[in-house]
């Protein structure tokens, strides 16, 4: 449904820039995803009380390097967004590396890679640079003297959040939550927010579905900490949700459950990823990872899981340089966007109903369902149909019937359909 190449185009085209979690790298994300579905900006002010957090000063960065005494940028924010400690405050100075070394981070174990680091909420500046960049800075003599400058603003400005709304039949919603606020990275999140935007434009150009779906793209923490203060009451139309990431590296899939672990949306993907006969794993709610965290607190208690690939924090190439263009494939982002177009199937197909004829088995020759039943190609039908048949006591819905069956939720939700059209079912 939809092509894995133009999820990476999208995450191609927003990979060079200099996100954060206020400022104008984010800006221009949220511009770009504006260039491919119709989202509502809102931009908060710095300072606002949100929740028990603050909207923190904006962040926006023009310029940062260090040069040496020759002049050379040994360390240039223009080749590579990560070289700069993200948050960083404004630094113009001239130090030996002695002084310096305290503000650079590099990797050891990979010395080709760049690490990604932030000062959020903590003012502090640095650098990130590969081991061996590092290393050919040792070889200087030790009083070389270097300019180090950070052409950074800490300023009062606005937080800024986007989101889709496509209003279906009902009120209650299904929320798809990515964070925009990292630099260039591409499985975390470029990958979740590419898969996002494209779902969306896809399922606006459809027809209209029975939930509202909510896309929503905001910084991490503090950008879903702002929704659901500005949100605090509509919060509860969300009755399903999934924050996306890491969707395009080659690890088999992980959908971690919401905080209940047994909703709907934790039903619907465990089914989805089983039918797909994909490589995955369940894993349970835990108190750290994305957004899931804040629309689980206590307060909101909103069920919403996570779908991902590599695990956050699990893999050698998270939150750094190797997270890049080639880290993420067209053909596993398309994989990825189909399961979470199915599970959002799943959830939207989810329904219970009576058999109006429960007392034996209705006779289906004579009302024309076995000819009904050749006329499509799904397998399974004629089987789903006797099992729909059969549990549909107005309280069993059909995600219920498809798993006791073990039966694909698209072949359960055929075959209701079939014989509601026959009159031999009632929504409950
Ligand atoms: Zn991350």
Not at 67 to 94: E, K, M, Q
Not at 244 to 249: A, F, I, R, V, Y
Not at 274 to 291: E, K, M, N, S
Not at 318 to 328: E, K, N, R
Request: charged share 20%; with cysteine.
């Amino acid at each position: 449904m939809i092509d894995g190449a133009a999820i990476h185009a999208l995450i191609e085209e927003l990979y060079p820039i200099c996100r954060s979690i206020t400022g104008q790298g984010l800006r221009e994300t949220l511009r770009i995803i504006g260039g491919r579905i119709p989202i509502q900006l809102t931009e908060v002010p710095s300072g606002t009380p949100v929740l028990d957090w603050t909207v923190p000063p904006e962040w926006n960065v023009r310029d940062a390097f260090v040069a040496d005494p020759d002049g050379r940028r040994v360390i240039d924010f223009r080749r590579h967004s990560l070289h700069v400690v993200n948050y960083s405050t404004p630094v113009r100075a001239r130090m030996t590396l002695a002084e310096l070394r305290p503000h650079l981070h590099a990797l050891p174990a990979h010395p080709d890679w760049i690490p990604y680091r932030t000062s959020y909420y903590a003012e502090s500046w640095g650098f990130c640079l590969t081991q061996r960049q590092l290393d050919a800075l040792g070889q200087a003599p030790p009083d070389a003297a270097y300019d180090v400058v950070i052409d950074s603003t800490l300023a009062p400005g606005h937080l800024t959040y986007g989101e889709l709304v496509l209003p279906g039949q009902l009120e209650d919603e299904i929320l798809i939550s990515t964070h925009v606020c990292h630099p260039s990275l591409a499985d975390d999140n470029l990958s979740g927010i590419a898969i996002s935007t494209l779902l969306a434009r896809a399922l606006a150009a459809g027809p209209r579905r029975r939930h509202t779906l909510r896309f929503l793209y905001a910084p991490g923490t503090i950008g879903a900490i702002t929704w659901l203060a500005r949100n605090r009451d509509r919060a509860a139309r969300i009755k399903h949700g999934m924050t996306l990431t890491c969707l395009g590296d080659g690890h088999p899939f992980t959908y971690k459950r919401s905080v209940g672990g047994r909703a709907p949306v934790d039903r619907a993907a465990a089914h989805v990823l089983a039918h797909a006969g994909l490589a995955h794993q369940l894993i349970d709610f835990f108190p750290y990872g994305y957004d899931e965290r804040q629309y689980g607190s206590p307060g909101f208690r909103l069920p919403v899981g996570s779908l991902m690939r590599g695990r956050h924090g699990m893999f050698p190439e998270y939150h750094t340089s190797a997270d890049d263009l080639s880290f993420v494939s067209p053909q596993r982002l398309a994989e990825s966007a189909r399961v979470v177009a199915e599970i959002l199937d799943v959830l939207d197909g989810d329904r219970r109903y009576r058999n109006l004829q429960p007392y034996g088995e209705p006779q289906l020759g004579k009302r024309g369902l076995y000819r009904a039943l050749g006329g499509t190609n799904i397998p399974d039908l004629q089987m789903a149909m006797l099992w729909v048949l059969n549990q549909s006591d107005g309280q069993t819905s059909l995600l219920d019937i498809a798993e006791r069956a073990a039966l694909p939720f698209p072949a359960i939700r055929a075959a209701a359909d079939l014989l509601r059209e026959h009159d031999l079912l009632a929504e409950a």
